[in-house]
């Protein structure tokens, strides 16, 4: 099964190639100053897109999906597509999860404060998975900055080392594009921002194969 992997695309996505999938995943920040009209947009081009399945959660730039969750779930309805926000979704086998909590920053949207506010968002996380997507990454973990800091959650690291999705997809951090790995946890985390730091062009698209679970168990009883 082709799962084809964005985020970070902040009103740019018509810029966007996405190969033909069967799961098209978007982890947030699909808008610049989170108004409806961006959302809009979004949704009329993501709705347009080569798969069978387009899943998305909202990042800490898109406010209106904050400050508007109904008519954000309506809109997104209306297109024909599937929002998270703090929930589960069953798409084509694959069981998914999907936030846009973030760790405080600048009063942005999603954020929650480190220790126990942001915890109670990662504890809904369920065993189980074969996808977790987030907004933001964990610590240590397709986070660092350009100056060097890790601003990932340490929460939600723990939260991952314990519930261990099969693969673990999340933006934010743009200069921290690529797959990382946490030695002794079998999760592929992929770090999949779109645009660079700087305007300087945006990277395409990433798409990987991943089976369901629930096939591959049928598979290696036969």
Same mark, same amino acid.
């Given at each position: 099964?082709?799962?084809?992997?964005?985020?970070?695309?902040?009103?740019? !996505?018509?810029? /966007?190639?996405?190969? @033909?999938? #069967?799961?098209?995943? &978007?982890?947030?920040?699909?808008?610049?100053?989170?108004?409806?009209?961006?959302?809009?947009?979004?949704?009329?081009?993501?709705? +347009?897109?080569?798969?069978?399945?387009?899943?998305?959660?909202?990042?800490? !730039?898109?406010?209106?999906?904050?400050?508007?969750?109904?008519?954000?779930?309506?809109? @997104?309805?209306?297109?024909?597509?599937?929002?998270?926000?703090?929930?589960?979704?069953?798409? *084509?086998?694959?069981?998914?999860?999907?936030? $846009?909590?973030?760790?405080?920053?600048?009063?942005?949207?999603?954020?929650? #404060?480190?220790?126990?506010?942001?915890? @109670?968002?990662?504890?809904?996380? $369920?065993?189980? /998975?074969?996808? /977790?997507?987030?907004?933001?990454?964990?610590?240590?973990?397709?986070?660092? +900055?350009?100056?060097?800091?890790?601003?990932?959650?340490? #929460?939600?690291?723990?939260?991952?080392? !314990?519930?261990?999705?099969?693969?673990?997809?999340?933006? &934010?951090?743009?200069?921290?594009?690529?797959? &990382? *790995?946490?030695? #002794?946890?079998? +999760?592929?985390?992929?770090?999949?921002?779109?645009?660079?730091?700087?305007?300087?062009?945006?990277?395409?698209?990433?798409?990987?194969?991943?089976? $369901?679970?629930?096939?591959?168990?049928? +598979?290696?009883?036969?």
């Amino acid at each position: 099964m082709r799962l084809v992997l964005i985020s970070d695309t902040h009103r740019r !996505h018509e810029e /966007l190639e996405v190969p @033909a999938c #069967d799961v098209l995943i &978007h982890a947030g920040d699909f808008s610049k100053r989170g108004k409806q009209p961006e959302l809009e947009s979004f949704l009329s081009w993501f709705a +347009t897109q080569p798969a069978r399945e387009k899943v998305f959660v909202a990042g800490n !730039h898109d406010f209106i999906c904050e400050r508007e969750p109904a008519l954000t779930r309506e809109l @997104a309805r209306q297109a024909g597509v599937h929002y998270l926000d703090d929930e589960a979704l069953v798409v *084509s086998g694959l069981r998914l999860w999907g936030s $846009p909590v973030t760790p405080r920053f600048g009063g942005m949207a999603f954020n929650y #404060d480190r220790g126990a506010p942001i915890l @109670a968002r990662w504890n809904l996380i $369920p065993e189980g /998975l074969d996808v /977790l997507i987030t907004h933001g990454p964990p610590k240590g973990v397709g986070d660092r +900055t350009f100056l060097g800091a890790h601003v990932g959650c340490a #929460d939600l690291l723990a939260r991952v080392r !314990h519930v261990r999705p099969r693969l673990h997809v999340f933006g &934010h951090i743009h200069e921290s594009f690529g797959e &990382h *790995s946490v030695p #002794d946890v079998p +999760t592929r985390f992929l770090n999949v921002a779109n645009c660079h730091l700087l305007p300087l062009g945006l990277r395409p698209p990433v798409t990987v194969e991943l089976e $369901p679970q629930a096939a591959m168990d049928r +598979t290696s009883t036969l």
